[in-house]
């Protein structure tokens, strides 16, 4: 199918890009990369007054480290994260997960942004930002606000974004780096939506106890999962089988996935239990070069 008709704008300013947003309202979509939006256009699930392509707006497009934040602007592509030095140093999770969204071509023109406001819940970006302990930085003709990636997400492909903002960057916090970290998903065939991944950063001290553990699961529920009881049970330990199969028993313990033509609920749990205990598990090794005991 084919779109319904649209008016199309290319700003080459945010503030040129603001201005259309309060002029069109609800009546204006910005366009990123459009791996989505195109879709749902040429599908008629919206059918908008007018585009706003972002595209032009080259001040967002940028990756770079400062005051202790490593700041991805909204516009950087996800082949660009992909392929950055900078990111493989201050953030390897990010390294490590990005290679599993779609493919190298939906990579080349899908941004950072698009993939954080469209919001799948199991897309590979909300998801390990999410870990990360990432924030959104949302501007509008008026205002600037940070929201932590905690509050960003709302429900099914819906954010906190609200009418006439715009998402500008994302920030991870990279004072004190994580040793280990590891991104695991589940999917039929390379290149598809995961059925169900999950991100893990943590931190040991030498003896290999852990300190610092953020777990989170998407494809479990209409939202990415912080899964704080399951990675709460790791701090002070070192680890161990029987803590292991703990973890993955809280974390498919505090989801509610619901079946669907992919996969049914019982699936779906059980691949949060063995997919939290793995992702556990590796970041565990890299941060300790030990597989823990029994
Ligand atoms: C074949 C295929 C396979 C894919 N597989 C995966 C996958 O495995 N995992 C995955 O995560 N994704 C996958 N995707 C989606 C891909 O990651 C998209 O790039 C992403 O979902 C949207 O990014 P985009 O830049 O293309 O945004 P667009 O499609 O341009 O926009 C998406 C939404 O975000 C809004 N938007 C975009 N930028 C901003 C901004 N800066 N501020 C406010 N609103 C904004 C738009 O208005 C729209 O509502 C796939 C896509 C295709 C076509």
Redesign the pocket.
Known sequence: MKPALFDYFRPTTVEEAFQLLSEYGDEG????????????LNMRL?APECL?D?NG?KE?DYIHCEDGWLRIG??T??REVERSGLVREKSPLLSEAVP????M???N????????????P?????LSLLALNGSAV?ESADEKREVGLGEFFVTY?T?D?RPG????EVKIPVDSVPKGYSFQEF?RRH????LVAAACVLDTDNEGRILTARLTLGGVDPIPVLAEDAAGILIGEKLTDTLLAEVGRIAAMNVDPEGDLHATREYRLHLARVFAKRAVQIAYIRATGKEGTS
Do not use: N, W, Y
């Open positions: 979509k910005l366009i990123a990369g459009g791996q989505s939006l195109v879709p749902i919206s706003i972002i707006l967002l909204a516009l592509r996800q599993f969204i779609g493919h071509q939906t990579r023109r899908g941004t950072v942004g698009g993939s954080l406001v469209h919001a799948d199991t897309a590979e970006l909300p949302i492909l954010t974004i903002e715009l998402l500008t999917s290149g598809d939506f995961a």
